[in-house]
């Protein structure tokens, strides 16, 4: 299956701090999505990206679809304690229907 | 009421045990998923169904048997596991297949 490397792995900020993500494949995708999953829960869907250059808000949350569609970012704003969790990548290939899964950056806010 | 709802959120059971995991989905989606995650790891796709019809099957062991009797409704069969068989196991539905996915709250299901 396709592989996606999300980076980076874990990260530990100071509440207030904004937050950078991203996730790269080698692989062209056709769809970029984010999602966000508290412990114990399942992954909630945060942002869908559909074009290459793509830059969609929900939020504090920022996303965009790179434009070498190998690639997609995640920005948080003005982080709080509650957007403690694992953040996931997923793409879709121009090709298929399947999406591939990144193996989650972990973020922890420290009040 | 959530879109997708999972049961038994938690489950414990022996390699010799047959049990069965639920999902349904009230968001009036054509397609429905059974994913694996387990630790450090992607999400692991399992079995794909459209319209009631199963359209995917990731070489996922015979001892996971899919069933799928409407548009709403997946179970997940579980015969002979094995103890690498624990992990949390996500149901999750989307308008078409192909579309972004929504998860239920997952299986926590354990093997001993």
């Known amino acids: 299956g396709q592989q996606l490397n999300q980076s980076p792995q874990s990260m530990f900020i100071q509440e207030g701090e904004d937050v950078s993500m991203n996730c790269t494949s080698s692989?062209?995708?056709?769809?970029w999505l984010w999602y966000k999953q508290d412990p114990g829960e399942g992954p909630v869907l945060l942002i869908a990206?559909?074009?290459?250059?793509e830059l969609t808000s929900n939020g504090r949350l920022t996303a965009q679809f790179g434009i070498t569609r190998k690639d997609s970012f995640l920005n948080i704003s003005a982080s709080i304690p509650s957007d403690v969790g694992i953040y996931f990548c997923?793409?879709?290939?121009?090709?298929?229907?399947?999406?591939?899964f990144g193996t989650g950056t972990s973020l922890t806010v420290i009040p | 009421e959530t879109g997708v709802t999972q049961t038994p959120r938690h489950l414990v059971m022996g390699m010799t045990n047959k049990k069965s995991l639920k999902c349904e989905q009230h968001?009036?989606?054509?397609?429905m998923y059974w994913y694996k995650q387990s630790a450090k790891k992607p999400l692991e796709l399992m079995f794909v169904?459209?319209?009631?019809?199963?359209?995917e099957n990731n070489s996922v062991p015979s001892r996971f048997s899919p069933e799928c009797p409407n548009s709403s409704h997946l179970f997940l069969h579980l015969h002979t596991l094995q103890p690498e068989d624990s992990a949390l196991y996500l149901c999750?539905?989307?308008?078409?297949?192909?579309?972004?996915?929504?998860f239920g709250q997952g299986t926590r299901l354990t093997v001993v």
């Open positions: 999750a539905s989307s308008q078409d297949q192909g579309r972004e996915a929504f």
């Open positions: 692989s062209i995708f056709n769809t």
């Open positions: 990206l559909y074009k290459a250059g």
């Open positions: 997923a793409g879709q290939l121009y090709t298929g229907n399947q999406f591939y």
């Open positions: 968001l009036g989606h054509n397609a």
């Open positions: 169904y459209n319209f009631k019809e199963q359209t």
